[in-house]
C-alpha cells in the first residue's frame, strides 16, 4: 500500500484571512461541514487571539465537526498559545500550530532577533503548546527564504522539544519546484530526528507555483500537504488543495502515494466556499472551474465521443460533476449534435442530422452556445416545414419614474394575431413588460436570471439581456439584443416566448404520435 498524504485545510485561516469582508460564524461552520463530507484530516480553522469573533468561530467549530482534526494558529507568544488551546478546551481532536520567521530578513526587520533568539523562542513555545495538547505543529515561517543550515537546526531542535509536524511553508511564493525539492530533501539527509515528526509544505502561488512546488515536496518525502480550496488565501493565494489532490489520484504511478479525500465531494465543497467567500472561479481554472471538463472544438468532441482518454485525463464524475459535457457552438462538429440528441432520447432516423447541423450552425453564430431545448426545436422544424416565429415584437411603450410605478404596453404579433395587454408594476419597467407578455402569452412564467451585457463601446453600444425562465418545471434561455436597453430585455424575453412556444408544439406532436 502506498503511503498516505495527510491533507491539512486552511481555507478558514489563511483563506479567510485574505478576504474583503471578514465570514460570520455561521458561514465558517457551513464551510467547516463541506471539509468535513470531503474527509479532510486536519482543518485550520483561525487565529484566536487575532479577534474575538475568531475565538468564538474556533470554538463553535471545535464543538461541531467531529471527525476531522480541527488546528488553531498561534504566534510563539504564550498568551496566543493559552488563547489558542482555551478556543478548542475540550476536544480531544486538536492540534495547536505555532509559528516563527526564521529567514535573515524576518528575523532582522521584523522579529528583530537573532537566530538563537529564535531558537530558544521556539523551543519553549512547543513545550508550552506541549502542555495542552500531544499534537503540535511548527512553521518556519518563510522557510524558502531560510538558510538551510538554520533550517535544519530549528527543525532539529523543535522535534527535540515535541513538535509532531514540522511546516515547511513557502510564504511569499518564492521558490520553484527544484529548489524546494532540495530543501526537503536536505531536510531529510541533514536532521537526525526528522522520522520523529511528519514534514509538511504550506505553498503560496506568488509565481504561479505553489502546486508544483507542493508536488515536488511530496516527491521529497512530505507527507502533510497544506493549502486552501480555489486556492483562496494571501495575495496570489495558497496552493490549490482540489489540483494537489486530483494530481495524487492523477499521477499515482509516478508520485506512489494516496490521500483518503472523498473526491466526490470536491466539487460542491469548491462551489461552496466560493460562494460564501464571494471568491469567483475562473471558468478555466484547473479541476473546478465551469470549462475544466468542457470539450468545445468539433475535432476533440469528436475525439472524446470516439474514445474519452482521446482529451480526458480524469473523469468528471470523479469529483461529483456529471460525465461528458460538451459544449454546442460553432465550433462544434456533427458527432457532437448527434450525441446529445442521442442522450435526448432521440432516435438517429427521427431527424435529418445534415439539416439539423445547418440550422444549429446558423443558430450557434448568432446565440453562442446552443441548448438541448434549441436543438429540440432545431429538429422539429427542420422536420415540418419551416415556419417563423410564432410571438414577434410588433411595439411597445413604457413609462417610469423615480417616485411612481412603470407602466407598459405592448402589442405583439402570435401568428395570424394581433395582440395588446398593459400592466403596471412598482419593480421598474422591464417588469412591467414581462407581465404585459405574460399575460399576452398566457404562459405563466417564472423569471429565474437576469443579465445584461454591453457588446461594443461607447454610444455604439449594444445591450444583449440573457435571460433564464421556468415554465412548467422546464428551464427555457432567451437572448435579445438592441440598443435601447427595454428593447433587448422584450425582444429576450419575446425569444422565451417562442422557445416555449416551439416546445409545446413539440409536446403536442409527440402525445398526437402516441395515440
Ligand atoms: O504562509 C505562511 O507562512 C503561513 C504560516 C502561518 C504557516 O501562513
Ligand atoms: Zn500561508
Known sequence: MSEKVIIFDTSLRDGEQ??????SVKEKLQIA??????????????????SPGDFNSVKVISNTIKNVKICSLARCVDKDIDVAADAMSGMDNSR???FLGTSNLHMQYKLRKNFDEILSMAVRSVQRAKRYTDDVEFSCEDAGRTSIDNLCRIVECVIASGATTINIPDTVGYTVPNQFYNIIKSLYEKVPNIDKAVISVHCHDDLGMAVANSISAIM?????????????????GNAALEEIIMTIFARSDILDVHTDINKKEIYRTSKIISQICNMPIPANKAIVGSNAFAHSSGIHQDGILKNRENYEILSPVIIGLKDVQLNLTSRSGRAAVRYRMTQM?????????????????KLADKKGQVFDYDLEALAFINNHQEHPEYFRL????????????????V?????????????????GPVDAVYQALSKISGYSILLQKFQLFAKGKGKDALGQVDILVEYKKRKFHGIGLATDIIESSSKAMVNVLNNIWRANQVTLKLNKFNV
Do not use: W
Open 411 to 427: 402589442t405583439l404579433i402570435c401568428g395570424n394575431d394581433i395582440k395588446t395587454k398593459s400592466a403596471t408594476t412598482s419593480n
Open 18 to 23: 485574505s478576504l474583503q469582508s471578514s465570514l
Open 345 to 361: 432520447g432521440y432516435k438517429d432516423d427521427e431527424y435529418d442530422i445534415n439539416k439539423l447541423y445547418v440550422s444549429f450552425l
Open 220 to 236: 521529497a518525502g512530505a507527507r502533510q500537504v497544506e493549502g486552501t480550496m480555489n486556492g483562496i488565501g494571501e495575495r496570489a
Open 394 to 409: 410588433d411595439y411597445f411603450n413604457v413609462k417610469s419614474s423615480s417616485t411612481g410605478s412603470a407602466k407598459a404596453s
Open 33 to 50: 461541514l463541506a471539509l468535513e463530507r470531503m474527509n479532510i484530516d486536519v482543518m485550520e480553522v483561525g487565529f484566536p487571539i487575532s
Open 96 to 98: 495547536i500550530h505555532i
